[in-house]
């Protein structure tokens, strides 16, 4: 995983050493302890980079988390991809992924952790929205003809924050997994005015399906590509 992480940036802009030693070393401590208990300096020690160093390449830790969400962003195409290819069906396809995204925040605290970090901070929340945008507007399209792009671009605003406030919403016994997941869905998929008959199937077949185990398969996949 840190390999493809350091070519997709250098392809953008090359890295020097010192930035690879820094994004391998980030990267680990992100998903082996989690991301709100790592610090530069933990950062510097397993680098062996100097804190002034990084803190000037990377003035805060959220900068390496836009590195990281760049590659957990592939496995949620890599998701799609393969649900399509399944199913043949865009509207399920984009309700599986949201789906296991909010199973995984639910079972992992490390990738709740990542996830509801990544949302809170403007930055990386902005590539998220962009890059929601597109995936949307590539599955939802041939539904919302009259849609452009940056109208896509511009719900997502809106559903970013949604997405944001059900990570924050933890199930218990009153409010199951699959209340929120189905709860979300048809909040979603009524702003894109997807009708109540397509929204209603569109939730039962996900929620006949093990969104849990599909996150967490997702995920440890995800973590075992790391050096």
């Given at each position: ?11 953008i ?6 930035e ?12 082996t302890?989690?991301?709100s208990?790592t610090t ?6 397993e680098?062996?980079?100097g804190?002034g160093?990084i ?14 969400f760049?590659?957990l ?26 789906a ?14 990542l996830?509801?970090a990544?949302?809170?901070h403007?930055a990386?929340?902005?590539?998220i ?5 597109k ?27 949604i ?18 997941i189905?709860?979300?869905?048809d ?8 009708p109540e ?17 599909i ?5 440890d996949k995800f973590?075992?590509?790391?050096d």
């Amino acid at each position: 995983m840190l390999n493809s992480i350091i070519k997709r940036h250098s392809k953008i802009t090359p890295l020097s050493d010192t930035e690879i030693k820094v994004i391998r070393s980030a990267t680990k401590l992100f998903l082996t302890q989690g991301f709100s208990k790592t610090t530069h300096r933990q950062i510097a020690d397993e680098s062996g980079i100097g804190l002034g160093t990084i803190t000037y390449h990377y003035k805060v830790k959220e900068d390496l988390l836009r590195v990281l969400f760049e590659e957990l962003m592939d496995f949620h195409l890599d998701l799609i991809d393969a649900s399509q290819e399944k199913s043949n069906d865009a509207l399920f396809s984009y309700a599986l992924e949201i789906a296991v995204q909010i199973a995984l925040c639910e079972t992992d605290d490390k990738a709740y952790d990542l996830y509801y970090a990544a949302y809170s901070h403007p930055a990386t929340f902005d590539y998220i929205k962009d890059w929601a945008a597109k995936k949307n507007y590539h599955l939802l399209r041939d539904r919302l003809p009259d849609w452009s792009e940056e109208d896509f671009r511009t719900v997502e605003n809106i559903t970013g924050g949604i997405e944001l406030a059900a990570f924050t919403a933890p199930k218990n016994r009153y409010f199951s997994l699959q209340d929120k997941i189905s709860l979300f869905l048809d909040s979603m998929m009524k702003i894109y005015n997807i009708p109540e008959s397509d929204r209603k199937q569109t939730i039962s077949r996900v929620l006949s399906l093990n969104c849990e185990k599909i996150a967490v398969e997702m995920f440890d996949k995800f973590l075992k590509r790391l050096d």
